[in-house]
């Protein structure tokens, strides 16, 4: 297995693992931290795809201008734009206590008081991956 896929795998094993982590989130009632745990989830699984492709650096953080950067090659995933921009939203009012408007608290807010991330409810991004990246052989 070459570096890229090396890569690749650790980046999308990181992501799968995010995933568990935000419904376990979501579960227990930690629902800012389950939609940052989302949006990370979707970051390194997209990041997973660009590097088993043979990009060598990433440096954006938006699950958005990702998406449109492995659109140009899978264009199925330009479908999940609409939640890409979601998921964006919430990588920075999940963490920032001065980006809600207001004196809301956070647990109220219906975004993450109802775990309404589609990244949550039916996690494509690493299935898709798994889908279109073909997977090495026994050695």
Known sequence: ??????????????????????????????????????????????????????????????VYELIREVGQFEPSFLELKAGAKALDSAYIMARYPDSIVGCQRRNKIPHFRRCKIPHLRRNKIPQSYRNTIPQPGPT
Do not use: P, V
């Open 1 to 62: 297995m070459d570096a890229n896929m090396k890569e690749a795998e650790r980046w999308l094993r990181q992501g799968e693992r995010d995933l568990l982590g935000a419904r376990n989130s979501c579960r227990s009632g930690n629902f800012e931290w389950a939609c940052f745990q989302a949006q990370q989830s979707a970051e390194k699984s997209l990041k997973a795809l660009l590097y088993a492709r043979g990009f060598r650096r990433i440096l954006t953080h938006s």
